[in-house]
């Protein structure tokens, strides 16, 4: 008793090490920002010049594009999504990143570069699963501010188009004031394609996207994609088979495969980690450009955890994880 007693004490001192390094890693937002810059290196290509910019003209920043877009990753895989905050944390590391921009710039060059973290993003989420045959469809509420200050809401009122709306939540029983977060996932778990659109558009209408993007496949929905023009649209256009749950008073009704039903629960498991670890629902945007900057680099975040899960061979969708 006595030598088991000893053995577990030497393991657990042994141990203490290990654990501190993995900690101390986790909490190091310096340590993130250089892996993910790494990973963003290796997917970038041709996007960006060899200074890790977007070819353009005029004066080239030293603090480079690969850099703004590696430090939204970082900030966001660890719950860090006001930039006031991030801007506070940075200050210990003012050796590390020396040519570290203000948070101004920041803010700027992070709606600039947006569309070079969908691409890389994009990259990410082909090679953990490229080629699938099988799909999931779902949408989320994004609520821009209550319902009740809606009429004191600026965003948009320069752009009616873009501007938010109101809509209706069926599996929260709730109206709301904001835009609705369309997305497209494969079995494995990671969003292949995403977009939002105002909380009055229906879900239907995102398959025409779909319908462009996608071809010769499986996509599994739930009830809010029942329509039979369109099921048989998509299955002409782009031979795309589109199931989804029949409704108890519909005809020909048929009972959902239980496979169909335990598929669509991955997109539902994926809204639940961007509101529970990337906080979605919460929102600190000012203008449109600002709120969509926010949700590319939630997802992209979400997107380069699974990456770093997939290399080293754990499951992708443990992301509170990856950084251990």
Not at 59 to 87: K, Q
Not at 251 to 275: G, H, I, M
Request: proline residues 3%.
């Amino acid at each position: 008793m006595y030598k088991k007693l000893c053995m577990i004490l030497i393991i657990s001192i042994l141990m203490v090490p290990n654990q501190l390094i993995a900690n101390s890693y986790m909490h190091n937002l310096y340590a993130i920002f250089a892996k993910f810059l790494d990973i963003c290196k290796q997917f970038a290509g041709n996007l960006v010049n060899k200074q890790g910019n977007i070819p353009r003209c005029g004066v080239v920043p030293r603090f480079s594009d690969l850099e703004v877009v590696a430090l939204g990753m970082a900030s966001e895989s660890i719950g860090i999504d006001s930039e006031s905050l991030l801007f506070v944390k940075l200050r210990e590391y003012q050796s590390e990143i020396p040519h570290l921009i203000s948070r101004r710039q920041y803010n700027d060059r992070r709606k600039f570069t947006a569309s070079l973290c969908a691409a890389i993003r994009e990259k990410m989420a082909a090679t953990i699963d490229g080629g699938e045959d099988y799909f999931c469809i779902d949408s989320k509420p994004i609520e821009v501010c209550r319902p009740a200050r809606a009429k004191r809401c600026f965003m948009g009122k320069n752009e009616i188009e873009k501007a938010p709306s109101f809509g209706y939540c069926a599996s929260q029983g709730v109206y709301y004031y904001g835009y609705k977060l369309h997305a497209v996932c494969g079995l494995s778990g990671v969003i292949h394609s995403f977009d939002l659109t105002k909380a009055s558009v229906h879900d239907i209408h995102y398959l025409k996207d779909v319908k462009v993007d996608y071809s010769d496949c499986t996509v599994i929905g739930d009830r809010g994609y029942i329509s039979a023009d369109v099921q048989l649209d998509l299955f002409e256009t782009a031979h795309i088979r589109l199931e989804v749950p029949y409704r108890s008073n519909q005809k020909d009704w048929k009972p959902t495969l239980a496979c169909f039903a335990k598929a669509r629960k991955r997109v539902e498991t994926l809204f639940s980690q961007l509101c529970d670890q990337f906080m979605i629902e919460r929102n600190y945007a000012k203008d449109i450009e600002g709120l969509f900057t926010r949700i590319i680099g939630k997802i992209s975040a979400l997107t380069i955890l699974q990456y770093i899960n997939y290399k080293n061979q754990r499951p992708i969708g443990r992301i509170k994880y990856a950084l251990i």
